[in-house]
């Protein structure tokens, strides 16, 4: 396991921790992420509610605010826009 895989791994457990404390009845579990990818893929269940958080390393803070930019250009209410 690499310095980043262990740190996300930290940082998957403090997030989830932090939720179950909040919403002990949500269900947990881990979502396997694409093959060969690092990021972590975390999923919150409760009845018909969800949420999945995605942790993906960046090089830098500069570059990981572009991606969530780019991120939210591409997606409104959790729809993909399509652009031409």
């Known amino acids: 396991m690499t310095q980043n895989s262990v740190e996300l791994a930290v940082l998957g457990d403090k997030i989830v921790n932090s939720i179950q404390s909040k919403k002990p009845e949500w269900k947990y579990e881990v979502v396997t992420p694409i093959s060969g990818s690092a990021n972590v893929l975390l999923q919150q269940t409760f009845e018909d509610e969800s949420?999945?958080?995605a942790i993906v390393p960046h090089k830098s803070s500069d570059e990981a605010a572009k991606a969530i930019q780019n991120l939210s250009q591409h997606y409104?209410?959790?729809?993909?826009?399509?652009?031409?």
């Open 51 to 53: 949420i999945r958080i």
């Open 76 to 84: 409104r209410c959790g729809t993909p826009t399509v652009h031409n």
